[in-house]
């Protein structure tokens, strides 16, 4: 088993990061850190843990690439693809490799997890915050430790995503066959969607229901904007519906669904952010607009003089809008 971390600055929480992976009760055979071109001292802080952590250093060039990278120095037939702020709780990887000393043949495994702001594990988990229904349509067969998924998730992942890295173990075998991470998308938000994806469209797979990983949530993450996640999704929907193949092919229908569905949502938040730019790029791609959507596009078309004054009125006439009398308590 090889951890690799993808590292860009952020030094003092690879620190904590590194003590959690250490705390393991089952430890991985090797750590790599690459460091994606830091200007803070990332070697300093794997430097710590003397022979327990490879350090290597890259050009920046993104977290895929550097992922990849720390996969060609790998020597593990399982890879545990670890964010550099994520923190485990110490049963997890023990936890991980019982399913695949039980499962040989599975492909990748992921576990539930927590957001974690300011030290405190969040509920409700991941998991939890799935559509309804949503686990009960997806077959598989309960183990020690987890359960055996054996259909490809492809078209259950386009609806909701719960594999985040630091949760995500692949076998050699499969991270060779898809061919790793596109180095493409290495600027995008949600960049790891797109692998993900391709992992997913083989089976079996693997998951741990218990939250055993906590992803934290701070300024730093590339991960906070909603708008940016979005955006790098519908990125990798188009990508996918072009080169998937045969499982993107299958779930053609699903993709149209969620790219107009991630489209409003992206045109309204660029458009309450003021992001005008883009409320205009994402309305090129859309042939129905309902009057409210319409709206929108057309102030963002509008000189900024303009829109000021649309907008200033907008909320004029709101505050003259008469309020509903109280009711008094009998």
């Not at 600055?9 to 750590?31: G, W, Y």
């Not at 909603?226 to 519906?241: D, P, S």
């Amino acid at each position: 088993m090889s951890a690799i971390i993808p590292a860009y600055n952020r030094a003092a929480l690879l620190d904590e990061t590194l003590h959690s992976l250490m705390a393991q009760r089952v430890l991985p055979h090797e750590v790599i850190v690459v460091d994606d071109g830091s200007v803070e001292d990332i070697q300093s802080v794997s430097a710590r843990f003397g022979d327990r952590v490879r350090y290597v250093r890259a050009e920046n060039g993104g977290a895929p690439t550097a992922r990849n990278l720390g996969a060609s120095l790998a020597s593990g037939d399982w890879l545990w693809f670890c964010d550099s702020d994520d923190l485990w709780h110490p049963e997890y990887l023990g936890r991980a490799l019982g399913l695949v000393a039980a499962a040989p043949e599975l492909g990748f495994i992921f576990d539930n997890f927590q957001l974690v702001r300011g030290g405190i594990w969040e509920a409700p988990t991941k998991f939890e915050t799935a559509p309804e229904g949503f686990w009960q349509q997806i077959p598989g067969t309960a183990t020690e430790g987890g359960r055996i998924l054996i259909q490809p998730l492809y078209a259950s992942l386009l609806r909701f995503q719960p594999v985040f890295h630091s949760t995500l173990l692949v076998s050699r075998r499969l991270f060779d066959s898809v061919g790793g991470y596109d180095a493409r998308f290495g600027r995008l938000g949600s960049e790891d969607f797109e692998f993900v994806l391709r992992c997913a469209a083989h089976a079996p797979a693997a998951m741990i229901e218990d939250a055993l990983v906590g992803i934290r949530r701070h300024r730093g993450n590339y991960s906070a904007s909603q708008l940016r996640n979005l955006l790098g999704e519908i990125a990798i929907l188009r990508h996918a519906r072009v080169h998937h193949g045969a499982p993107a092919a299958a779930a053609a229908s699903v993709i149209a669904e969620e790219l107009h569905l991630r489209s409003r949502q992206a045109l309204e938040l660029a458009f309450a952010a003021g992001d005008y730019a883009q409320v205009l790029a994402l309305a090129l791609a859309r042939t129905d607009m309902d009057p409210g959507m319409r709206l929108k596009v057309m102030l963002a078309s509008w000189p900024r003089h303009l829109r000021r004054l649309a907008v200033g009125l907008a909320v004029h006439l709101a505050a003259l809008r008469p309020r509903p009398a109280m009711r008094r308590a009998p």
